[in-house]
């Protein structure tokens, strides 16, 4: 078999594979949980400063004298990674919170069932509202004095 014969057999070969890796990448359909599961991320991660990490590479922490600040005091211009990466974690809590809710009314026949799941996203919810409010009260906006 000659040289030119070889590399048509190859690109024949490698444009079938091509093709079916075309076919098969445009005939998948994720699942809605798992578009709404991406949603979600997205959304936390936008919500809690992820751009500003990657656009101006904050400090991890801050380091002081016997202790480690995890947000960056009495300003709200900057951030640490830290305080955006607990941002996105209170973001995503408040979130499955709300999941949880909205899923407790789809147990109507197993009271026990939906109650616990509305008391657990409630919890998950004021959790996030006051872990955050305090982040942003207490550690970032309280004066010094």
Do not use: C
Not at 36 to 42: I, T
Not at 115 to 140: C, H, N, P, S, T
């Amino acid at each position: 078999m000659s040289r030119k014969a070889k590399a048509r057999l190859a690109l024949r070969t490698a444009s079938r594979k091509l093709g079916r890796a075309y076919r098969t990448l445009a005939s998948f359909k994720p699942s809605a949980s798992a578009i709404a599961l991406a949603a979600v991320l997205a959304a936390a991660f936008l919500l809690g400063g992820g751009l500003y990490n990657i656009i101006q590479s904050p400090r991890v922490v801050i380091p002081r004298p016997g202790t480690i600040w995890i947000t960056y005091p009495y300003t709200m211009l900057d951030q640490v990674l830290m305080e955006s990466l607990i941002s996105m974690v209170l973001w995503g809590l408040g979130f499955a919170g709300l999941y949880l809710i909205y899923d407790s009314t789809k147990y109507a026949d197993e009271p026990h069932r939906a109650y616990y799941r509305f008391v657990i996203g409630a919890f998950l919810v004021l959790l996030a509202y006051f872990a955050g409010r305090y982040m942003l009260y207490e550690l970032k906006m309280k004066p010094s004095s």
